[in-house]
Structure formats: C-alpha cells, structure tokens
C-alpha cells in the first residue's frame, strides 16, 4: 500500500522525506514524489519507479523549496486508479498549483467530484482518483486550510490517510485518516506523520495515532487535533514499538530470508510468558476473558486474508479438536459483506500482521456491530486492528518487512495453539493434555531449527523445480491450510502459477491439469491420513507429474518411488504445520532466488493491503 511520509522542524525536509520513504519501500510501491514549501513556493519532484530515482532527482532539483525546506511532504504509490506514470504519481496538485496533497486509501466518489468541479471549470489531469480530493479542496478553500480539508472530506466517500499544505499559509500542514493509518512522531523542535513508523522511528519514538474521522493541524507550535466538526480532541502519546534494526537486511540478501532464519527466535518471543506448565494451559491476558466468559463462548469464528487465514484455518482445526467448540475461518473480504450470522456467544478471532488490512478491519467492525466477542491477533502494535478489537494477543514476531509473510504466520499458527489450548484447558482438556501441549509448542523453536538447518539440502532440490510453471501442494488435516499456505509463498515470489488443495480434492478436477513438468509437493507427514494423501501422491505420479515428498524424519521410506523428499521433524500433527509451513518458505525462496525474482517487493503486492 501507499507510504505517505510528512516533515515540519528545523532540518532540511526533502533529505528526510526521501530517507523515510526508502524506509517504507518494503511495503510495496510503483511510483514516489516529494513536495516541499519554503518562503511561500512549492516545489514538487516525482519520478515513476524506485526511490533511487526520486533520490537523484532530488539531490540535482534546483528549485528552491527542494534545496531549503523544512516543511514538506511525501509519497510512494501502489497505483490502484492509473498506471504507474510521472502524472499518477503523488504528490497532486490543484489546477492553481497553490494545493498539494498525498493520499493512501480509495476515494470511490471520485468521478462525481470530477464531475461536479467540471462543472466549475476545474479538470484533473491525471487518472487518479486522490488527485480529484485535491482540487476539492481548492474548490472549498476560503483562507483556512483545514477548514477547506473538512468541507471536502465532507463530500467523499472511501477511504483516506492524506496530507495537505497550500503556499497560502506556508507554516501549516494538515493531516487527516479515515480507513488509512496514520501516525505522528512528536520529535524535538519537529513533528513527522507517517503511514507507517518505520519511517519515523529513526526521528522519535513518541507518537499519537490518528482514528477514523481525526485531523490534525500541525505548525510551529506544535500540533492540534481536531474531529471533521472542528471539535478539539487529545490523542493519548505512546512510545512506538518498533526495532529500526529490523528494517535493514544484515547479512541476508532479502528480508525474507533473514525473517525466516529470525523465526525460532521470533516464536519464543510469541509463547514467551504464555505457557503455565503448572495447569497446562496458555496465559492469555491480553484476551481479557474470564474463565467464566471462555465457558460461554458457543463458536469461534476466524477471519483474515492471505497468509492470515492460513494460519486461522490451523487454530480452526485446532479449537475444534482440542476445545471442542465449533470453529470456522472465513476471508475476511466475503464475511463483511454477506450479512454473517454473528451472536454475542461468537469469540471473532482477526488475524492481521499489519492490522491495517482494509477487508479485516471491516469485518471486524462488522462483528462488533453484531455484539460478538472481537479479538485481535496482530504483530504491529497499535495498529487500526488491534486498537478497534480492543483486546487480543500481539505476535511479538518483531516488524516483517518482506512482503511474503514468513515469521508471522509460525508465529500465528502458535498464538492460535495457544488460544486453542487455553479454550480447551477452561472445558473438558485434562491437565496432563494441556502440559503435553504446551511442551509441543514450547519445542516450535527447536523443530523450526531443525528445518532451517536443512536450507541447503532444500535449495537443491528447488532447482530441479524452478524452471517450472505450474505447481500443486496437497495436504490432509493441519496440513491442507500448509499446502495453502506453501502454494501461495511460491506463488508470489516465485510467480509460478501453484494452488494448494485438499489431497483428496485433486480427482475432482485438478488432476487433469497434470503433466510431466507439473510437480507435486505432497505432504506426507507422519499423521493420520498419510496413506491416504500417498495414495493420492502416487495418483499423481501415475499421471507423470513428478513428486516432491515432504515426510516425517524417522519415515524416509515413504518418500521412496517419489522423485524428490524434503524431511520435516517427528511431531504431533496440530504442531507439525509449523516446521512444515518452514519447509516450504525455503523451497520457494530457493525457486525464487533460482529464477532471480525481486522476492522481497513481488511485483504488483503490498505488505499491507490498506485498500479494497
Ligand atoms: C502473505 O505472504 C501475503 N503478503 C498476504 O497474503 C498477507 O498475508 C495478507 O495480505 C494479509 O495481511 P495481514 O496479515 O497484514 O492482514
């Protein structure tokens, strides 16, 4: 999604926008821009394409808000109206050229805005449905800027983080989010807004967090916060947690890889102080339920998207298995919209590593609505998710910044055994049961271990693969949302064309789309089902498509007459997802390093999908 990143203080603004737009690149973009004011001129510079375009463009501008301003703002665009060009690109300027705007999110509106400013002889000149928002703006503008923002905010609908400056109040910039995070970073002597605190957190840690509807007017003296009535309101300070360190790739060549080789430490940091060996359940505080309120939980639905409803699909398996409570994941996008069935009885699990994802962040303000139980399970603290739900267990995994979603998903899969267990220890799971369990996820680090340990022996195999097009994943039980989750790693690094189903599921259709160069990556693990999902294993290698076996250690004989295995530690099945799930983040990367992918920043993806 769009990074949006805004300077007041007394240092030179550009040099700081460009850095901090460097620092949100991994959130995915096609296009940047900056716009700085001084002595009452704008100065704007974008370029389509990386930031180490804009940055040369910058350090050669010869305009002079460029070379001396301390007030400025900027932009890095995941296009989603327009392609990705110089005229797309934000900032946008008003036809007067004295408004400047940057804006995340959707204005879904925007034709009838343009239509409406024609009217007034007024044209956009680009594509883009943000830069209809400025020009409104102009329109409503009457010697106060963001009196001019509310009343234009007033006539939009959709979603929107934006930041606005005019050169006819030239100390001023205004800043305003419904549906798009933004942040503010109160260093000394100067303020910085930012979508995303990875851009801020080298200037200052404390920081205030817009909520939908806030507006923010920030000067020389400070900020002020505002609701669109112009009511004054107070955002409460926190200090930001975030690891700046995280945001550079060490000795790793992609960030994806450093993030699964940091996994077994990220998972000890997601049970850390979450595992009660005593009464063999999980100590979930941040879930705010009594015993008494668990007891009366009749079903738990789970919502999220991507590798977020991956990892739920497991915790669903998990808490019927372990809790007995009926358990069902959904993507968050269709629960939203079809009108769910939701009681005060329902616990509503969002699972979101961002918690900004827009289609979560719906449904979650869906469930709430219908009086359900909303927990958030997030990895960024203080994100719109986590805040709106209230209640809920963070990762702890640390900031991910490699698009493909690696060390949260593990870590995930082991909040939700954890969740699971915890149901399951306030009904009818012994105390033996329970110890037992939470020894299997105390050892996730260590079976973790032991897959990375196995990076190169996988690296041979995925380049016997990586000239492929199209592959399959099957799986049974814990394993069918791994053999999703493996095929959508793949898929998105890798750009191979792979879809994960249900080992039974291939006879039903997509085995006819088998052939010699369409490998199968089954998982044939050492849980129930096995001989099942082999026999589908060999269905497939009857049919010459060739046959990577993921198999227990201890059971290699199982890979024999497959064309390739791929060894995974002994576990229980509910556990062994994760030292699996493990297995195939290497085999993709590993494809994908083979065919030289931009694996960090896939084409066309976002780390964080703040849009529809
Ligand atoms: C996973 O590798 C993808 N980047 C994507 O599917 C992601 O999991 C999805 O967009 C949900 O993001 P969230 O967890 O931040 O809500």
Excluded at 27 to 42: E, F, M, Q
Excluded at 499 to 523: R, S, V, W
């Amino acid at each position: 999604m769009c990074g949006i990143i805004g300077y007041f203080g007394k240092r030179k603004a550009s040099e700081i926008l460009v850095d901090g737009l460097r620092r949100m690149e991994y959130r995915g973009y096609d296009s940047a821009g900056v716009a700085c004011l001084h002595d009452g001129v704008l100065g704007v510079v974008k370029n389509p394409g990386k930031i180490k375009g804009l940055r040369e463009k910058v350090d050669a501008s010869e305009l002079a808000p460029i070379r001396e301003a301390m007030l400025g703002m900027g932009h890095t665009r995941w296009a989603t109206h327009g392609e990705p060009n110089e005229m797309n690109a934000h900032p946008h300027l008003d036809a007067s050229g004295h408004f400047v705007m940057v804006h995340n999110g959707i204005i879904e509106n925007y034709k009838e805005i343009k239509a409406g400013l024609a009217q007034h002889g007024i044209t956009c000149v680009s594509d883009t449905d943000s830069e209809a928002l400025v020009q409104l703006i102009a329109y409503c503008y009457q010697g106060n800027l963001e009196k001019a923002v509310t009343e234009a905010l007033k006539k939009v609908k959709g979603t929107y983080g934006i930041l606005v400056m005019t050169d006819h109040e030239p100390e001023k910039l205004v800043a305003a989010r419904c549906g798009s995070p933004i942040v503010i970073g109160l260093g000394k002597d100067e303020t910085l807004i930012a979508s995303d605190a990875s851009a801020i957190i080298p200037h200052t840690r404390d920081a205030m967090y817009l909520e939908d509807y806030d507006m923010a007017v920030i000067t020389a003296d400070g900020v002020q916060m505002f609701d669109l009535q112009h009511a004054p309101i107070s955002r409460e300070v926190t200090e930001m947690d975030w690891d700046a360190g995280a945001a550079e790739k060490g000795d790793y060549a992609h960030f994806m890889l450093k993030e699964m080789f940091a996994q077994p430490a990220a998972i000890r940091n997601a049970i850390r102080g979450r595992l009660d060996l005593t009464m063999g359940t999980a100590l979930l505080s941040g879930l705010d339920l009594s015993p008494r309120d668990a007891a009366q939980i009749n079903r738990v639905l789970v919502i999220g998207c991507g590798t977020s409803m991956n990892a739920g699909m497991v915790g669903e398996y998990a808490i019927e298995e372990m809790a007995g409570i009926p358990a069902e994941v959904e993507q968050a996008a269709e629960f939203r919209y079809r009108n769910p069935i939701v009681s005060p009885q329902d616990l509503v699990i969002a699972i979101s590593q961002s918690g900004e994802t827009a289609d979560t962040l719906a449904a979650v303000r869906e469930a709430k609505h219908k009086g359900a139980i909303v927990a958030g399970l997030c990895n960024v603290v203080g994100s719109t998710i986590a805040r709106e739900t209230g209640r809920g267990v963070y990762l702890h995994a640390g900031p991910e910044i490699g698009v493909a979603s690696t060390k949260a998903f593990t870590c995930q899969v082991a909040v939700m055994l954890m969740m699971a267990l915890k149901l399951a220890r306030g009904r009818r799971m012994p105390r033996h049961e329970g110890e037992e369990l939470c020894r299997g996820i105390e050892r996730l680090p260590e079976l973790v271990e032991k897959v990375l340990a196995q990076s190169d022996a996988i690296k041979i195999v995925a380049e016997k693969y990586a000239d492929k097009e199209n592959a399959f994943f099957i799986g049974r039980g814990y394993l069918f949302p791994v053999a999703m989750e493996g095929a959508l790693k793949l898929k998105e690094i890798s750009y191979i064309h792979a879809e994960g189903y249900h080992a039974a599921e291939l006879k039903h259709g997509p085995i006819a789309l088998l052939q010699e160069n369409t490998p199968i990556i089954a998982l044939l693990n050492n849980i129930p089902g096995k001989e099942k999902t082999i026999g589908n294993a060999e269905e497939c290698k009857a049919r010459k498509a060739p046959v990577i076996a993921v198999v227990s250690e201890g059971d290699e004989a199982t890979a024999e007459g497959f064309d390739d295995r791929i060894v995974v530690p002994d576990c229980p099945p509910c556990i062994a997802a994760v030292p699996t799930a493990v297995a195939l983040q290497l085999l993709a990367y590993h494809i994908a390093a083979a065919r030289s992918c931009e694996i960090d920043q896939p084409r066309n993806l976002a780390k964080s999908v703040t849009v529809e």
